[in-house]
């Protein structure tokens, strides 16, 4: 039976939302025969998706010229479940990712009928729930006997090679060098190119001869890693707290930049701490950081931004004392001659710099 009363000719009838495992445990399940690590990623993406996504489902309140979006909180939803990326040659690498199919209806309790959905705001908050299923996913993995760690390309298992995982990242590869060739950068620009570059899956190997195949591009050290992976002889390192996790995110990202979002200081925080620090934890400790005065919130046209206190206190002395020391100087040099081994922009720069009369003097651009 048809669930919401209007069925409009172009109506949307879902979305799908898709979630993946991380490389290297996509490797140990379809390689290894690890299925305890697909079991913990059903499980991880199952579970966020009912205990976090569906409290956020909405739908349109339109009745007596009401404008606004009521939360409903439950969903329709079907996974639909992969383990292989498309392929690429011929041959497919380990992919496990499910998608999450929302059907385009939520029952609103208050008029008693279903509705069309609303998931733009649960579409914004996309990275905050893919932040939270890694650290629900790093904690099953954990109680499996498995190590969590951050590597090069994300989080992933500790023990499984980076070069492993470079052999089955063939697709995204791929991506990234016709990217590059193309001068492309951004995540828009680099999903066209995969559809055009998609291969039908029908051209992958049988599973028997693919396993074979994958088998083979393995050495024998990189072999005898795995093992030791799917065998679970990998130590852990320490276990690393909350305020930890903090200043250690605290002190990497404001060596960088002088302005960081709050998503990035919560991500980076839950990577460092994967599986001992939950965003909720996360977030705990930047309101801490805040009361503190370690860092403070300041308002822009990108939205809330965190800048470091001690950042803020020596850029406005250096300010002021720049200010105070404008005009205040005899110049360097009264007849400065240009070098013949400079470029007139060079040059530019040197007589600036010694005809001045300001204490301080600041250049920016190539050297």
Wanted: overall charge positive; glycine content about 6%; aromatic content about 8%.
């Amino acid at each position: 039976k048809r669930l919401t009363v209007r069925d409009k000719k172009n109506r949307r009838p879902g979305y799908d939302a898709t979630l993946s495992a991380w490389k290297s445990t996509s490797i140990m399940n379809n390689v290894y025969g690890c299925t305890d690590i697909r079991d913990a990623f059903w499980k991880a993406g199952d579970e966020m998706m009912i205990q976090e996504a569906e409290p956020e489902m909405r739908t349109r309140v339109r009745i007596d010229g009401a404008d606004y979006d009521r939360i409903t909180g439950n969903a329709i939803i079907a996974a639909y479940r992969h383990s292989n990326s498309r392929p690429v040659e011929g041959r497919s690498d380990p992919h496990d990712h499910t998608h999450y199919y929302y059907l385009n209806a939520t029952f609103d309790a208050i008029e008693n009928r279903y509705k069309a959905a609303q998931l733009g705001d649960l579409k914004a908050k996309a990275p905050e729930l893919e932040l939270e299923f890694d650290y629900r996913y790093a904690r099953e993995l954990m109680d499996l006997g498995y190590v969590p760690m951050m590597g090069k390309t994300g989080v992933q298992l500790k023990g499984v090679p980076q070069s492993v995982i470079d052999k089955f990242s063939r697709s995204s590869k791929r991506i990234e060098a016709k990217a590059a060739e193309q001068g492309i950068t951004d995540g828009i620009g680099k999903h066209k190119i995969g559809d055009k570059l998609r291969e039908s899956k029908k051209s992958d190997l049988p599973q028997e001869k693919l396993l074979a195949e994958r088998l083979s591009r393995l050495t024998d050290s990189e072999r005898a890693a795995l093992e030791k992976v799917k065998n679970k002889e990998i130590e852990p390192g320490p276990a690393i707290s909350p305020r930890e996790a903090r200043d250690f995110a605290i002190d990497h990202l404001f060596q960088r930049r002088d302005d960081i979002t709050e998503r990035k200081l919560r991500k980076t925080m839950v990577h460092y701490g994967i599986g001992y620090v939950s965003p909720k934890q996360a977030s705990v400790e930047i309101a801490d950081a805040m009361k503190e005065g370690v860092i403070r919130s300041i308002d822009t046209d990108k939205g809330r931004v965190f800048v470091k206190s001690s950042t803020l206190k020596d850029q406005g002395k250096m300010t002021r004392l720049s200010r105070e020391g404008i005009g205040k100087y005899e110049p360097l040099a009264y007849a400065h001659r240009d070098n013949a081994e400079l470029s007139r922009e060079q040059n530019a720069v040197a007589r600036s710099i010694v005809d001045s009369r300001d204490k301080y003097m600041g250049f920016r651009g190539p050297a």
